[in-house]
């Protein structure tokens, strides 16, 4: 099973960037789907997830008001717009999928895991 994580890249501070996660193997529209991220030196954390059934959302609290996340079905596609990008912002960028319909945050639930797509924040 894959997931495909893309549309990581080089921005400057307050720019935006939008993620992108598809899979070849998985209807996602039956998973929930999430975002995580890992910094250099530290710890792997959540980032949002979005609900298969209801679409609902969930962030975690630096993710708030920042990052918004989407799926479009009919491409099979999750996504993670992000604003206001900061250097701490910088990282990884993994999305997983989790079987059971309704959003966590957490690691441990997760099925599938993409690769991950690198988003640096810089001047």
């Known amino acids: 099973v894959q997931l495909q994580a893309s549309g990581g890249g080089l921005v400057q501070p307050g720019g935006s960037l939008k993620l992108s996660c598809t899979s070849s193997?998985?209807?996602?529209?039956?998973?929930?789907v999430a975002w995580f991220r890992q910094a250099p030196g530290k710890e792997r954390e959540a980032v949002s997830c979005?609900?298969?059934?209801?679409?609902?959302?969930l962030h975690a609290d630096s993710a708030k008001g920042q990052f918004a996340i989407s799926r479009d079905n009919a491409k099979n596609t999750v996504y993670l717009q992000m604003n206001s990008l900061k250097p701490e912002d910088t990282a990884v960028y993994y999305c997983?999928?989790?079987?059971?319909?309704?959003?966590?945050?957490?690691?441990?639930?997760?099925?599938?895991w993409g690769k991950g797509t690198q988003v640096t924040v810089s001047s």
């Open positions: 193997d998985l209807n996602l529209d039956t998973y929930a």
């Open positions: 979005i609900s298969a059934r209801d679409g609902g959302t």
């Open positions: 997983a999928a989790d079987r059971a319909p309704h959003c966590t945050l957490r690691a441990a639930n997760m099925d599938y």
